[in-house]
T-cell receptor
Framework: NAGVTQTPKFQVLKTGQSMTLQCAQDMNHEYMSWYRQDPGMGLRLIHYSVGAGITDQGEVPNGYNVSRSTTEDFPLRLLSAAPSQTSVYFC???????????FGEGSWLTVV | GQQLNQSPQSMFIQEGEDVSMNCTSSSIFNTWLWYKQDPGEGPVLLIALYKAGELTSNGRLTAQFGITRKDSFLNISASIPSDVGIYFCAGQGGGSNYKLTFGKGTLLTVNP
């Protein structure tokens, strides 16, 4: 059972480049979300999805896009990377709201 | 938006000591969660609390959901070196409010 899988683990981008952080879960979870973690800031919600075809914004959505075409996958897109997006990104999922939320191992992104 | 105040920010203790940390909120939550994060990994759920006044234990860990639904605490008894890490509280509104709000974390260091 792989749980929540994130790729890549590490990435360096130049300002203005685009990239997609992949997230997949094999637990048939309806609820998936993306967080970023910055020193002294805890985890902040970027976007979330309550099921295939449904997404919504979290606390810090600017500069990020998401889509949910399947139950398993929830990619996070940076269209034009900025140094302020240097952070650790975590994908999370749960069977339904209120159930245990499982986190991926994180993706370390540096924008230079 | 909702904010969580988690304290203390960091703790440095001797092995065998008991530890206490807490979170307070400006608004009510229906669920309180406590996570631990080891370096280079994603947060892992330690304890989930679903009812005001609930007191739940998980081994040497004990957590309580405050009566006002605006606070929670986590106690660790007889600390050991592997307790080192960052501990996060998180609150969830419930119902159609799926979002988790995280505290900024408590960094725990245990001196053998």
């Amino acid at each position: 059972n792989a749980g929540v899988t994130q790729t890549p683990k590490f990435q360096v981008l130049k300002t203005g480049q685009s990239m997609t952080l992949q997230c997949a879960q094999d637990m048939n979870h309806e609820y998936m979300s993306w967080y970023r973690q910055d020193p002294g800031m805890g985890l902040r919600l970027i976007h979330y999805s309550v099921g295939a075809g449904i997404t919504d914004q979290g606390e810090v959505p600017n500069g990020y896009n998401v889509s949910r075409s399947t139950t398993e996958d929830f990619p996070l897109r940076l269209l034009s990377a900025a140094p302020s997006q240097t952070s650790v990104y975590f994908c999370a999922s749960s069977y339904s709201p209120g159930n245990t939320i499982y986190f991926g191992e994180g993706s370390w992104l540096t924008v230079v | 938006g909702q904010q969580l105040n988690q304290s203390p920010q960091s703790m440095f203790i001797q092995e065998g000591e008991d530890v206490s940390m807490n979170c307070t909120s400006s608004s009510i939550f229906n669920t309180w969660l406590w996570y631990k994060q080891d370096p280079g990994e994603g947060p892992v759920l330690l304890i989930a609390l679903y009812k005001a006044g609930e007191l739940t234990s998980n081994g040497r860990l004990t957590a309580q959901f405050g009566i006002t639904r605006k606070d929670s605490f986590l106690n660790i008894s007889a600390s050991i070196p592997s307790d080192v890490g960052i501990y996060f509280c998180a609150g969830q509104g419930g119902g159609s409010n799926y979002k988790l709000t995280f505290g900024k974390g408590t960094l725990l260091t245990v001196n053998p």
